[in-house]
């Protein structure tokens, strides 16, 4: 099937130009004015703009915690980015005693119903001989991602010298390490302290996991890998001194760079004090509305490269089933903390939301330009994680990729038009002009307005080369 789409406007990470796209297969293979196609059928772009479709460096579908998993697996997560119009995720792949390989078969199995394309990432929470070793195995797989914590201790977190160790054999390996920046040996004792005290609402999720400890291990990672001269990518970025300590790094050329999510742009420490703060709750946690503008300014000033979403979505209340694809599903959820913090699920929804969210709040109320909302969120994560130009571009030879989006359509945001498998969105009733109408997966239109026109199965895994150091 091939595809013409006529007179739009195209938005990529550079430029800003009206032009055709001709879709043969399923890719792009040609862009211009007056394209002619003798048998392609033709979509009217008139009026509307179009960008490469969204890559999500960051997601959590089907992720078992706390006796229950995250509420999207790799199908109804994936059709809940596509009407975001996101078209490629990553996960994270949970590192099993059998080995890697046996890890990664555990996720390809978990995938075979994908929707849209996706990689992954290995969570790297164990680390000897053996597996130092084996860690190239990934890369020949096409995971060329490690994922570290300085955080959850005795669970994922490695020692500093773990990481150090990682960090230099993902550089001899074109990989790239990833970090959790938090500082497990302060959490653990504010936490234990909390709890006698007898404070177990969901505020003190925030109270114990301090700013401060972010920001100084962003430092230190960012430290360890100047020594091991090594590019280094910080995942979740919440706290505005961590955007300073990435800028002080960067200026003084160390290969490091950062992502935030749309939680650190928006939400607070305050809104994890309402009577549904369960909502909120995600690690690293929110902070405050000073964080938020200096995460904004790093995004708008090149400090920070991306905005994925660390999608890992619960119900609010899993005792009660909501209606999917027209069946009652409920999974048990928030609910499980209700009388303890530490036992409420960490995560929250954000794939679908990305985009039409970060498009209305980020490039019409002025604190990023419509480029960088397609660097931020597309093009930058496909350059640092290996998969550019095939993905987040709009030129000939791309994957057909490809969001047209309704510049005037205005809604009353939230889950009547996120399409999470969960109860509740956090940004329920916020105005939002600007929304996909039509998404291409390879050349496949797969949303069309309110219809959803893919399948599960549909989705490619992947495999990834060595990224560029932004
Ligand atoms: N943080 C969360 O809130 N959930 C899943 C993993 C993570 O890092
Ligand atoms: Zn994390
Ligand atoms: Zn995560």
């Known amino acids: 099937m091939n595809t013409l789409i006529k007179n739009g406007t195209l938005i990529t990470a550079s430029e800003t130009f009206e032009a055709d796209i001709l879709i043969e297969g399923e890719t792009i293979s040609q862009i ?23 890559v999500d460096p960051h997601t959590h579908f089907d992720l078992p ?32 005693p059998q080995g890697f390989k046996h890890s990664v078969d ?22 000897d001989d053996g597996l130092a070793r084996d860690i190239p195995s990934l890369a020949d797989m096409g995971i060329t991602t490690l994922k570290v914590f300085t955080a959850y201790n005795g669970r994922l977190r490695l020692d500093d010298g773990g990481i ?35 404070h ?33 990518y910080i995942v979740h970025m919440n706290a505005g001194g961590e955007a300073d300590m990435l800028k002080y790094a960067r200026e003084r050329g160390v290969k490091a760079m950062g992502e935030t999510c749309p939680q650190y742009l928006f939400f607070t420490v305050d809104h994890l004090r309402r009577p549904d703060g369960a909502k909120w709750i995600c690690s690293p ?54 009388d303890d913090f530490t036992k409420i699920p960490n995560g929250l929804p954000a794939v679908g939301d990305r985009l039409p969210i970060l498009w209305t709040y980020g490039v019409r109320a002025g604190r990023i330009t419509a480029n960088q909302f397609v660097a931020l969120t597309a093009t930058n994560p496909a350059k ?15 994957d057909a ?28 009733g916020w105005e939002v002009v600007g929304m996909p109408d039509k998404v291409f997966l390879r050349g496949k239109l797969i949303v069309d307005g309110n219809d959803w026109r893919g399948a599960a199965g549909q989705g490619q895994f992947l495999k990834r080369g060595a990224g560029e150091i932004l």
């Open 32 to 54: 211009g004015k007056n394209l002619r196609h003798p048998s392609a059928q033709v979509v009217d772009a008139s009026g509307k703009f179009i960008t490469p479709g969204g």
């Open 65 to 96: 915690m706390f006796g229950t998993a995250s509420s999207d697996d790799h199908y109804t997560g994936h059709k809940a980015a596509a009407f975001g119009g996101t078209t490629t995720v990553m996960d994270f792949v949970v590192q099993e």
């Open 106 to 127: 555990l996720w390809m199995q978990k995938a075979q119903k994908a929707a849209i394309d996706y990689s992954f990432h290995m969570n790297l929470t164990k680390l």
């Open 164 to 198: 150090f160790r990682a960090m230099r054999i993902a550089r001899d390996n074109g990989m790239l390490v990833m970090a959790h920046c938090e500082n497990g040996d302060v959490i653990e004792p504010l936490i234990a302290e909390a709890l006698a005290a007898g």
């Open 200 to 232: 177990t609402s969901p505020e003190w999720h925030a109270r114990t996991r301090p700013a401060w400890g972010a920001v100084e291990s962003t430092l230190r990672l960012a430290a360890m890998a100047e020594q091991a001269d090594a590019p280094v």
């Open 285 to 338: 946690p929110m902070r405050t509305e000073k964080d938020n503008a200096r995460l904004w300014e790093g995004l708008h000033d090149g400090t920070l490269q991306t905005i994925g979403t660390d999608h890992c979505p619960f119900f609010l209340d899993g005792t009660k089933p909501i209606v999917y694809e027209g069946k009652e599903i409920a999974i048990a959820g928030k609910e499980l903390g209700k």
């Open 384 to 398: 640092i994680f290996g998969l550019y130009p095939r993905k987040g571009a709009l030129v000939p030879g791309a």
């Open 401 to 428: 990729d490809v969001v047209i989006w309704d510049a005037e359509k205005k809604v009353k945001y939230g889950t009547a038009y996120s399409h999470h498998r969960t109860d509740y969105n956090l940004f329920e």
